[in-house]
Each structure stands twice: as C-alpha cells, then as structure tokens.
C-alpha cells in the first residue's frame, strides 16, 4: 500500500511524504503506482518550472516506494498562489486514484 502523508500548516500542504508500492499487479504493471508517482512528479516538475516555490528533497528510494519532500517558505506561512493551485490539484488526483482503486492501494493521511 502506497501511504500519502500531507503536512499542513493553516491549510496549506509544506510537506509531501509517500512510501511504499500499491500492490495491484506487479512491478512494472502496477496502474496504481504509476498513476501515484506521474501525478506527484508532473506537479512537483511543474512547480520547479513554473513557479518560484522552492522544493526541499529530503528522501527518495524507488525501491521502497519513498519521496519526502519540503517546501520550506509554506511551513513559515509564505506560498505562491501557483503552487498552491497545483498542490491542491495533486491532491485532488490522488483522492480520486484513492477512490477508484480503494484505500487496500493508497491510504491518504494529513497531519
């Protein structure tokens, strides 16, 4: 199961954390991991290239299914209007990929 944690400060996501692989076909086949890490990637690529929001890595592992990453100015309160849109559209992708598929899959906690 892909766990999805969203760290929020005042409604506004300053951390993105998942880990592990969904388990619905196997390695390479798995629409649930793919549909995950598209959507997460697009939209952190997106906010590197078209906003001024700056993105923190603090841990990937494609092997256990791992991306922690930070964005330090939202966790003091300051955030582009831009990346805040497409946070709120990656959660919203990953709501929907939750209730196509089934909290068996992807479970999302926010903190």
Do not use: W
Request: net charge negative; glycine share 6%.
């Amino acid at each position: 199961m892909i766990k999805v944690t969203l760290y929020q400060k005042d409604n506004h996501v300053y951390r993105l954390h998942y880990e592990g692989h969904a388990g619905y076909a196997e390695h390479g086949s798995d629409i649930v991991c793919a549909a995950v890490s598209m959507l997460t990637l697009n939209t952190l690529n997106a906010i590197e290239k078209f906003t001024d929001e700056p993105i923190k890595q603090l841990a990937y592992s494609e092997e256990k299914g791992l991306i922690d990453v930070e964005f330090p100015r939202r966790k003091s309160g300051e955030f582009e209007p831009e990346a805040e849109l497409l946070i709120r559209t990656l959660i919203l992708g990953l709501i929907d990929t939750k209730e196509m598929y089934g909290e068996k899959y992807i479970q999302i906690l926010k903190k």
